[in-house]
Nanobody
Framework: QVQLVESGGGSVQPGGSLRLSCVAS????????MGWYRQAPGAEREWVAT???????NYADSVKGRFTISRDNAKKTIDLQMNSLKPEDTAVYYC???????????WGRGTQVTISS
């Protein structure tokens, strides 16, 4: 099994920055893919960014150029640096992991990010 614990959420003004962190525990097999999803109020959960163990990273178009993912395989951590934040980035952000794209996703409990002036 896998446990994922997020930290770093909070409230900032538009244009600001936040850094989310996630620490995982469990077998490395289930951490082949790690990343972030988010869910805004009244919306479905959406993919934000993922990184494979080998370093292949993909971003949703909505965050490309503003968000940066960084992963430390030895420490089993994955961070999400969020810059130029917009009100529409307001959501609960979830750390995820999975062994491969065809297997179930493991979810953290989420951390709230609020962008408001």
């Amino acid at each position: 099994q896998v446990q994922l614990v997020e930290s770093g959420g909070g409230s900032v003004q538009p244009g600001g920055s936040l850094r989310l962190s996630c620490v995982a525990s469990g077998d490395d097999y289930f951490l082949n893919v790690m990343g972030w999803y988010r869910q805004a109020p009244g919306a479905e959960r959406e993919w934000v960014a993922t990184s494979t163990r080998g370093g292949m990273i993909n971003y949703a178009d909505s965050v490309k150029g503003r968000f940066t993912i960084s992963r430390d395989n030895a420490k089993k951590t994955i961070d999400l640096q969020m810059n130029s934040l917009k009100p529409e980035d307001t959501a609960v952000y979830y750390c995820i992991s999975r062994s491969n794209p065809k297997r179930p996703i493991y979810w953290g409990r989420g951390t709230q990010v609020t962008i408001s002036s």
